[in-house]
């Protein structure tokens, strides 16, 4: 009677081990879908294949007159295009669109309006960005660049390491390790003890396919020594400290901006004619120059 009464309390447990760890991990690969506003004026809707071709990507495309160089906007976790960073992005975009530089602003899959699909923070997502890459060059642009917030800075630097023709980068507010972010923010999102943590990372990669383990954009970073990068962070982030940054901008050997600002992705809506200002000459530099 024992045995069978102790093998039942293990097999209860176990059951209940695996259901929290499946429930955490459907919570944390899945994004809150943010229905995008009324695009720019001039702005047109694409849509397109993501370089791994499991999902469509939707998008606004706002030619500039030159139509040479173009940026790719990139949102975070839950955002969608036209709320990368967290205010309203026209003035960064018309002076972009100003100097020349076409501007391509994407929903990720799984959010805005683009097809569904689980949350990777990068290891899949990285393929939308390589679709905006490839759908950009089909209508002759020759030199792009991209900026990515938060996640989508992840996705971003990942990207780049895969693809040459991302010519110039902006990272703002990146996330250096996964692994490492989830342990900082665990306790606090799930309030359950850490030992179901390993749990639903294994039951995430069932659901993704996706090792998020492996999701290192410094590890990936390193890869891009010697190309255009800069990493903008704000010194009050307390969701993505800005040593991540300092410590992706040193493994590339980038140029980094550390702003007086608070909040996650906090520089644009902080300093928005700063950071005009700064991203502008930046792409300006790195694109246009060449």
Same mark, same amino acid.
């Given at each position: 009677?024992?045995?069978?009464?102790?093998? *039942? #309390?293990?097999?209860?447990?176990?059951?209940?081990? #695996?259901?929290?760890?499946?429930?955490?991990?459907?919570?944390? #690969?899945?994004?809150?879908?943010?229905?995008?506003?009324?695009?720019?004026?001039?702005?047109?809707?694409?849509?397109?294949?993501?370089?791994?071709?499991?999902?469509?990507? /939707?998008?606004?495309?706002?030619?500039?007159?030159?139509?040479?160089?173009?940026?790719?906007?990139?949102?975070?976790? /839950?955002?969608?295009?036209?709320?990368?960073?967290?205010?309203? #992005?026209?003035?960064?975009?018309?002076?972009?669109?100003?100097?020349?530089?076409?501007?391509?602003?994407? /929903?990720?899959?799984?959010?805005?309006?683009?097809?569904?699909? &689980?949350?990777?923070?990068?290891?899949?997502?990285?393929? /939308?960005?390589?679709? *905006?890459?490839?759908?950009?060059?089909?209508?002759?642009?020759?030199?792009?660049?991209?900026?990515?917030?938060?996640?989508?800075?992840?996705?971003? %630097?990942?990207?780049? $390491?895969?693809?040459? $023709?991302?010519?110039?980068?902006?990272?703002?507010? =990146?996330?250096?390790?996964?692994?490492?972010?989830?342990?900082?923010?665990?306790?606090? %999102?799930?309030?359950? =003890?850490?030992?179901?943590? =390993?749990?639903?990372?294994?039951?995430?990669?069932?659901?993704?396919?996706?090792? %998020? %383990?492996?999701?290192?954009?410094?590890?990936? *970073?390193?890869?891009?020594?010697?190309?255009?990068?800069?990493?903008?962070?704000?010194?009050?982030?307390?969701?993505? =400290? *800005?040593?991540?940054?300092?410590?992706?901008?040193?493994?590339?050997?980038?140029?980094?901006?550390?702003?007086?600002?608070?909040?996650?992705?906090?520089?644009?809506?902080?300093?928005?004619?700063?950071?005009?200002?700064?991203?502008?000459?930046?792409?300006? &530099?790195?694109?246009?120059?060449?």
């Amino acid at each position: 009677m024992f045995t069978l009464a102790a093998l *039942a #309390t293990a097999a209860l447990a176990a059951t209940t081990y #695996t259901a929290v760890c499946g429930a955490l991990a459907l919570r944390f #690969t899945a994004a809150r879908r943010q229905r995008p506003n009324a695009g720019p004026p001039a702005a047109r809707g694409v849509s397109f294949a993501a370089r791994d071709g499991r999902a469509r990507i /939707d998008g606004w495309y706002l030619a500039s007159e030159a139509a040479q160089p173009a940026v790719v906007f990139v949102h975070g976790k /839950d955002a969608c295009r036209g709320d990368e960073l967290k205010a309203a #992005t026209g003035s960064l975009v018309a002076a972009l669109q100003a100097r020349g530089i076409a501007v391509l602003m994407i /929903d990720l899959r799984g959010h805005g309006t683009s097809s569904g699909a &689980r949350l990777t923070y990068g290891a899949r997502e990285r393929f /939308d960005v390589l679709g *905006a890459v490839d759908w950009l060059r089909a209508q002759g642009h020759a030199r792009i660049g991209v900026l990515g917030a938060s996640m989508g800075a992840a996705s971003a %630097l990942m990207a780049a $390491a895969d693809e040459p $023709a991302i010519a110039a980068l902006v990272a703002d507010s =990146p996330f250096a390790d996964f692994g490492r972010m989830i342990e900082r923010h665990y306790r606090k %999102l799930a309030r359950l =003890p850490g030992f179901f943590l =390993p749990g639903a990372l294994a039951a995430a990669r069932l659901l993704t396919g996706e090792n %998020l %383990l492996h999701v290192r954009p410094i590890a990936r *970073a390193r890869l891009l020594a010697g190309r255009p990068v800069l990493v903008i962070h704000s010194a009050g982030d307390r969701f993505i =400290p *800005a040593a991540d940054g300092r410590a992706i901008a040193q493994a590339i050997g980038a140029e980094l901006w550390t702003t007086d600002t608070h909040g996650h992705i906090g520089s644009y809506r902080g300093a928005p004619a700063q950071y005009t200002e700064r991203v502008l000459a930046f792409f300006g &530099r790195h694109l246009l120059s060449a």
